[in-house]
């Protein structure tokens, strides 16, 4: 049984993540863990003035939102009705980066899902400041789901690598337990200036041939200077469904905060981002 962690906050985006996992994983015996922390600054002081004398802040903070949570796992069960699906609420107090570690700690975690915004001119609202977090403090996969991308079956998958660094079984584990499990096609992006590889870079062509070798798999070598203005023109010419990456060997946030274009380019980031974590670091 898989066991994935979705955050929520009931919001839209939230709600749209949801609906995408649930479908991705429709036919896998899976327990979806829902979690929702509360923040301090959602109360105001007419909620803390009619607090009962007998209850402790917290524990009515997280009676109500539990509650609430309860609410939204029984409409899921309703509506999908599946039964190789099990939820399990989880609420905690005003700590997400904390609450998820706790999280993945308790119940086995292998897979984060957040929901982001979508189509906006700014990386930064695109994945949002939480989902950015999650990917740079938590050591496991997080996929990030925009509310702009259709609900439908995983088969291309994108994965963009500049073929600098050693790459384990571990770094990929998911990505290839999936790519296999859904018989996927992954497109490996190689982004550079330069018209040709190094012994070293074909050497590592050569370790992502074997991680890869029950997969469907070929190298795509793009020169160009801008790396997320050829991803998007990738995803975009080729019908891709999810665009992966070892998230932090490409100082990959980086390279996107200081992307000249975004704006003119991140309206068409409307594919699940697969963020897989680097175990070298």
């Known amino acids: 049984m898989r066991n994935i962690l979705i955050t929520t906050d009931f919001s839209d985006n939230a709600n749209h993540a949801i609906d995408f996992v649930l479908n991705l994983f429709q036919y896998e015996s899976c327990k979806f863990h829902l979690l929702h922390v509360v923040k301090a600054s959602s109360f105001i002081s007419d909620d803390l003035m009619s607090l009962k004398p007998s209850s402790s802040l917290y524990s009515q903070i997280i009676a109500d939102e539990k509650q609430r949570l309860d609410i939204e796992i029984e409409r899921l069960s309703n509506q999908y009705n599946n039964i190789l699906h099990e939820f399990t609420p989880i609420v905690d107090y005003d700590n997400l980066i904390g609450a998820i570690k706790q999280s993945v700690d308790n119940n086995n975690i292998e897979l984060i899902v957040m929901g982001t915004k979508g189509a906006t001119n700014s990386i930064k609202k695109i994945f949002g ?52 499990h859904y018989n996927c096609e992954i497109h490996m992006l190689h982004v550079s200036e330069k018209a040709s590889f190094t012994q070293e870079q074909e050497r590592i062509k050569n370790q992502l041939d074997e991680l890869f070798k029950n997969i469907s798999h070929h190298l795509i070598d793009v020169s160009e200077s801008s ?17 992966a990456m070892v998230s932090r060997q490409h100082s990959f946030f980086e390279k996107l905060f200081n992307e000249q274009k975004i704006e003119k380019i991140a309206n068409h980031l409307d594919v699940p981002f697969l963020a897989l974590t680097d175990t070298q670091q």
Not at 155 to 165: E, G, W
Not at 227 to 243: A, C, P, Q, R
């Open 129 to 180: 400041s939480n989902t950015l977090r999650v990917i740079e403090n938590i050591e496991l996969p997080v996929l990030a789901i925009p509310e702009s991308c259709k609900i439908k079956p995983i088969t291309k998958i994108l994965f963009t690598t500049n073929l600098s660094r050693n790459y384990h079984h571990d770094d990929l584990k998911f990505l290839v337990g999936f790519s296999e």
């Open 227 to 243: 790396f997320l203005t050829s991803v998007i023109k990738y995803i975009e010419g080729n019908g891709i469904d999810m665009f």
